[in-house]
């Protein structure tokens, strides 16, 4: 009889070290390196323990300009650790694996964007760009307001005038979330994330029918037929408040990245939180894979090292600058 080869899932080049130990040394070396940590709530529930802050990109990028320390780890992924030196260039800021990126940033490159614009204009369009906060800042210079999941809302509402057209880049599920809730038209990009792209309707139903009672949690970067069944729908900021609003033990079906649990239990562990599995398009099995691996590749070691060895660093660019206008603008004004 063969033997049976099971796949590795999350392999990983680390030799095995002793989490406690890797965390008494990242304490000592931020200490020695004046630094803070910011963990986005999608890294391991780990990293979040040990880190200063933690939140949603909103947050976390006005939490990166409060932050009087001189070094910044963002425990996260590319475009957020860019947004953080954008607006704190006085400060050095390390990200532990530079290859944590975005399938979102990557849909819309700088270039592409650059000459879809210069279409839209020669066809007679009049409108303004508006992105995600989950795109490059090449993309971010050339962008008339940037949006989190948690102030999209009412920053097109409230800020983006009603006589121009808009251009929303670079998550078309999400735009479409804002259109209906805005009433405003939009030219859609057509990206998307690649872990809230893959939940599957059927188990979603599947684990309703097994739940009755359960509210379905869902992220707007979700696609439509998703968010039709949710009971509620919003960023990760605003899936903590609805939780810890209820008193009464409540089951949730959470339709997002898996690592959200964790701040979730933390400050409402009176709830039970089950994760909606993904589905495999290539072969349409469900699995566990809700997971970001982008921000997998955060880990306590790669925290360390980057504390240790000072790299990688996340280095001013040229364009930065016209980001930063626009970053500023948009998130902290």
Avoid at 265 to 278: L, R, S
Avoid at 309 to 320: C, D, L, M, N
């Amino acid at each position: 009889m063969a033997e049976l080869t099971l796949p590795i899932v999350d392999a990983t080049t680390e030799v095995y070290e002793d989490p406690l130990e890797v965390i008494e040394e990242i304490e000592r070396l931020k200490k020695e390196q004046d630094a803070v940590i910011l963990a986005h709530f999608y890294v391991d529930g780990d990293i979040q323990e040990i880190a200063d802050y933690t939140g949603d990109s909103l947050k976390l990028a006005r939490d990166a300009t409060q932050a009087t320390n001189s070094t910044i780890v963002f425990a996260g992924v590319h475009f957020m650790a860019e947004s953080a030196k954008i607006l704190s260039p006085e400060k050095r800021v390390l990200l532990p694996d530079l290859l944590a990126g975005c399938s979102l940033a990557d849909s819309c490159p700088p270039q592409k964007l650059a000459a879809y614009q210069a279409e839209l204009r020669a066809q007679g369009h009049d409108f303004v760009t508006v992105a995600y906060i989950n795109t490059s800042a090449a993309v971010k210079s050339l962008c008339d307001w940037i949006v989190t999941s948690g102030n999209a809302r009412e920053l097109i509402e409230q800020k983006v005038p009603k006589d121009k057209e808009i251009l929303f880049v670079p998550d078309q599920h999400l735009g479409r979330y804002l259109m209906e809730v805005t009433g405003r038209e939009m030219i859609l990009w057509p990206g998307s994330c690649m872990v809230h792209e893959v939940f599957s309707i059927q188990d979603l139903v599947r684990a309703k029918k097994r739940n009755p009672k359960a509210v379905v949690l869902a992220h707007p970067e979700c696609p439509q037929n998703v968010v039709e069944l949710a009971d509620v729908v919003g960023g990760t900021e605003k899936m903590r408040r609805y939780v810890s609003s209820l008193s009464e033990p409540t089951t949730f079906l959470v339709a997002t990245e898996a690592n959200m649990i964790h701040p979730l239990k933390a400050i409402a562990p009176q709830h039970e939180y089950i994760p909606v599995p993904g589905i495999m398009a290539d072969t349409g099995e469900t699995c566990a894979c809700n997971r970001c691996p982008h921000m997998a590749r955060n880990t306590l070691a790669k925290v360390r090292d980057c504390l240790k060895f000072g790299r990688p660093e996340i280095v001013w660019q040229p364009y930065f600058e016209q980001a930063q206008d626009v970053l500023r603008r948009s998130l902290l004004s």
